[in-house]
Antibody, heavy 121, light 107 residues
């Protein structure tokens, strides 16, 4: 069965960096686009970034452009999110999600359980 | 960016009731709209995609309609497990955007 397991979250001070990972299994990772979506405590969903199946295309939300970088290693079935210059407002549960298409331009058909990132001094 | 506005923000209903939630896009998105259900403390789950297509395994009491700027999610007969928060999301263009959510509560 499809599984997405996020890791790498935790507490970090403002201005520092963190890298999240999302380990995929149960499907052919290399043919699907992948997304990161976050949810601040008690708030709604905020789309962050997407990468196409072959890594050739990536797009970001304005709120993280220039600070966050999405990447993937299809040989390891793993998606990453490098987060730099973290701010208090980046505190959230971060979900990785599988797109239903290779381009990453479709609906988010399956989500991981999320990893919590807390940015605080 | 395309803004997605859901209404109502919250709704109270009883088991067996029919409930509709609307989602309006700030510009036309054809039928590139999905609906998700989120239970407390859980990850979102895809219910409807392409405006009206039912995701595999989702009960047929869920349905979606609309195109362009106005969309509706309808639950025909509420079951206890349907009390959750629902989000719409457009995939017409990047950045993808979500509605603010509709909390469905037990009356």
């Amino acid at each position: 069965q499809v599984q997405l397991v996020e890791s790498g979250g935790g507490a970090v001070q403002p201005g520092r960096s963190l890298r999240l990972s999302c380990a995929a299994s149960g499907f052919t990772f290399s043919i699907y686009g992948m997304h990161w979506v976050r949810q601040a405590p008690g708030k709604g969903l905020e789309w962050m970034a997407v990468m196409s199946s072959d890594g050739s295309n990536e797009y970001y939300a304005d709120s993280v452009k220039g600070r966050f970088t999405i990447s993937r290693d299809n040989s390891k079935n793993t998606l990453y999110l490098q987060m730099n210059s973290l701010r208090a407002e980046d505190t959230a549960v971060y979900y990785c999600a599988k797109d239903d298409d290779g381009s990453g331009n479709s609906q988010l058909g399956f989500w991981g359980q999320g990893t919590l990132v807390t940015v605080s001094s | 960016d395309i803004q997605m506005t859901q209404s109502p923000s919250s709704v109270s209903a009883s088991v067996g009731d029919r409930v509709s939630i609307t989602c309006r896009a700030s510009q036309g998105i054809n039928s590139w709209l999905a609906w998700y259900q989120q239970q407390p403390g859980k990850a979102p789950k895809l219910l409807i995609y392409a405006g009206s297509s039912l995701q595999s395994g989702v009960p047929s009491r869920f349905s979606g309609s609309g195109s362009g700027t106005d969309f509706t999610l309808t639950i025909s007969s509420l079951q206890p497990e349907d009390f959750a928060t629902y989000f719409c999301q457009q995939s017409n263009s990047f950045p993808f955007t979500f509605g603010q959510g509709t909390r469905l509560e037990i009356k």
